[in-house]
């Protein structure tokens, strides 16, 4: 092979080289930004807080998910969120998760 | 252009403008995605307009009982709200004779600062509010009158949705 024909190999490969780097690097990274647990948490608890929010007395739902009640709160993780229901709100835990019960 | 390329036997060689023209479209693939994941999965999720229509809602669930609205309601027996970050206006008023009930729960300055917003001023703290309308008929006695409640409910939480 002559000399351009070289050169121009060595671009293709470290092209090669650099896509695939690209490549695992942004799928490390997109990983990593959707599988946070913050993100879980945060969507978690708020999701929660709208169906306690929504359900009518006598309710009761299982989510599986560690999360807890305390006063007016749902907390997971690091993350907690305020609902405004007048119903009493208790919790047991279950296989995998946690039941509400509303009223 | 010129440039740099270490090997065994360090050399300059030419870099293919075609190289060039990869690299920079991968720059702008890479750039794209990962602003638009960012955006989704960093930001935080708003549930305020949908617990506005809840905190609407369940209001009204205290002062009708199947569509006949109570001419004493109390929401303070119903709702128990933080007073920081919600507020519920409501108005029961008959279309047929002269009477008019209001009660005001929670922090009032929430919904100054939502006709503030609906005004188009930009800033950072604006809560949510949404007003809601229903027909109902209202017992005067013996007989039922046509009436009209509006709810006008109002939900801060800035830091937990913003």
């Known amino acids: 092979m002559n000399k351009r024909g070289d050169q121009e190999l060595q671009w293709a490969v470290g092209l090669i080289v650099i896509i695939l780097f690209v490549y695992g690097a942004l799928s490390y990274k997109v990983n990593n930004i959707t599988s946070g647990s913050g993100i879980k948490d945060q969507a978690v608890v708020k999701q929660v807080a709208l169906l306690i929010d929504s359900a009518g007395p006598g309710s009761e739902f299982i989510i599986y998910k560690n999360i807890s009640v305390e006063g007016k709160k749902v907390r997971s993780g690091l993350e907690e969120y305020e609902f405004f229901t007048g119903l009493k709100v208790s919790t047991t835990s279950v296989e995998g998760g946690v039941s509400v019960r509303v009223g | ?162």
């Not at chain 2, 010129?2 to 050399?11: D, E, G, V, Y």
């Open chain 2, 1 to 162: 252009m010129k440039i740099l390329f270490s090997n065994k036997r360090a050399q300059v060689i030419s870099m293919p403008w075609h190289a060039l023209i990869i690299i920079f479209i991968l720059a702008v693939i890479v750039a794209v995605i990962l602003s638009s994941i960012s955006s989704v999965f960093l930001s935080k999720q708003d549930v305020r307009p949908a617990e506005s229509v809840l905190l609407a809602r369940a209001a009204a669930e205290c002062i009708t009982d199947f569509g006949i609205a109570n001419k004493n309601f109390d929401l303070n027996g119903c709702l128990t709200l933080d007073s920081r970050n919600y507020f519920v206006n409501a108005t029961l008023y008959s279309t047929e004779s002269n009477f008019y009930r209001n009660q005001v729960l929670g922090a009032e300055t929430i919904k100054t600062d939502c006709l503030i917003a609906d005004r188009g001023v930009d800033f950072g703290s604006a809560p949510i509010c949404m007003e809601s309308k229903n027909y109902v008929l209202i017992r005067n006695g013996d007989k039922l009158e046509k009436g009209i409640l509006l709810v006008y409910a109002g939900i801060r939480k800035v830091e937990e949705n913003v």
